[in-house]
């Protein structure tokens, strides 16, 4: 099935670093989620954004919402150990549209 | 307020054996899910369904079969496991109304069928 374009795959960090990775599609959506899935859990839902543009926080993570409509951004900023994890986005396309893109994940690994 | 919560957690399954897999959410939301999640593969939906009585089948449905009798219960079916259903299974819902698309998960199901 169709995926989103998430880059880097993965990344190594130092503990205290700032961390950008991105999302990417071929068509528009009106919503993007992005999400933390730690080994052997569920995915644990970030933030959520609805308009082109929109930058939203959660603490230190920071999501922006593309003006194309076709990406969508997240940082970490100063990074600590209990950030490692998978990151992954996911588009909604809009109002009576049951189904969701996902995207194919950045593995973080933060080094104390 | 326990969000998604799935039954079992774990199971272990010989080929040709059924189970059923328990799908709970307490947000009252509309819209429920089931995906299987393969390393290298993603999420992906197996079925989902839009309100109470309602199913629909996603993109990998064969082998799997559901019911949502009551709104807050979203069951998984396996007739005859195959070791090609060996996987994690998630369950997730999202409200639907008033343009509120956030997808809540569960915390999974691992499946090994022998």
């Known amino acids: 099935g169709q995926q989103l374009n998430q880059s880097p795959q993965s990344m190594f960090i130092q503990e205290g670093e700032d961390v950008s990775m991105n999302c990417t599609s071929s068509?528009?959506?009106?919503?993007w989620l992005w999400y933390k899935q730690d080994p052997g859990e569920g995915p644990v839902l970030l933030i959520a954004?609805?308009?082109?543009?929109e930058l939203t926080s959660n603490g230190r993570l920071t999501a922006q919402f593309g003006i194309t409509r076709k990406d969508s951004f997240l940082n970490i900023s100063a990074s600590i150990p209990s950030d490692v994890g998978i990151y992954f986005c996911?588009?909604?396309?809009?109002?009576?549209?049951?189904?969701?893109?996902f995207g194919t994940g950045t593995r973080l690994k933060v080094l104390a | 307020n326990a969000g998604v919560t799935q039954t079992p957690k774990f199971r272990v399954l010989k080929t040709g054996q059924s189970m059923t897999l328990l799908c709970a959410q307490d947000?009252?939301?509309?819209?429920m899910y089931w995906y299987r999640q393969d390393p290298g593969m993603g999420l992906r939906l197996i079925h989902y369904?839009?309100?109470?009585?309602?199913?629909a089948k996603g993109e990998v449905p064969d082998g799997y079969n559901v019911s949502r009798l009551k709104k807050q219960n979203f069951l998984l079916g396996l007739e005859s496991a195959a070791p090609s259903q060996t996987s994690v299974y998630f369950c997730?819902?999202?409200?639907?109304?008033?343009?509120?698309?956030?997808?809540?998960f569960g915390p999974g199901t691992r499946l090994t069928v022998t």
């Open positions: 954004l609805y308009k082109a543009g």
């Open positions: 997730a819902s999202t409200d639907g109304l008033a343009a509120r698309y956030e997808q809540y």
């Open positions: 369904s839009v309100g109470e009585g309602t199913t």
């Open positions: 068509s528009i959506f009106n919503t």
């Open positions: 947000m009252n939301h509309e819209y």
């Open positions: 996911a588009g909604h396309k809009a109002s009576g549209t049951y189904k969701y893109i």
